[in-house]
């Protein structure tokens, strides 16, 4: 059974830093694509990060470019989003999410992920 909860949430002052964990059970993050949603209070949830089976492909939406990075240790079976240069419009609950097939590219799309973890909030407010 595929499990993900993430972790890492909290309160942070605009231009603070945040390190989001997703810890994996029931596979290999190594193996499938694993991609990072967010979703903000009466909007739509929305791509952040992915990167694809092994690694070879990652993926940031335009608004995190430069500020996130989406990274993943194998012997801890966990992926990490490190957050950078926090902006209030980055508050919002995210979301890990794994497509438990080999895939060589990943995508923002929320369909191309069959298991989520339950979220974590991020509030990014002085």
């Known amino acids: 059974q595929l499990q993900l909860v993430e972790s890492g949430g909290g309160l942070v002052q605009p231009g603070g830093s945040l390190r989001l964990s997703c810890a994996a059970s029931g596979f290999s993050v190594d193996s499938f694509a694993i991609g990072w949603f967010r979703q903000a209070p009466g909007k739509e949830r929305e791509g952040v990060s992915c990167?694809?089976?092994?690694?070879?492909?990652?993926n940031y939406v335009d608004s995190v470019k430069g500020r996130f990075t989406i990274s993943r240790d194998a012997a801890k079976n966990t992926v990490y989003l490190q957050m950078s240069s926090l902006k209030p419009e980055d508050t919002a609950v995210y979301f890990c999410?794994?497509?438990?097939?080999?895939?060589?590219?990943?995508?923002?799309?929320?369909?191309?992920?069959?298991?989520w973890g339950q979220g974590t909030q991020v509030t990014v407010s002085s």
């Open positions: 990167f694809s089976s092994g690694g070879v492909t990652k």
């Open positions: 999410a794994a497509r438990p097939e080999f895939e060589i590219y990943c995508s923002f799309s929320k369909t191309f992920y069959n298991a």
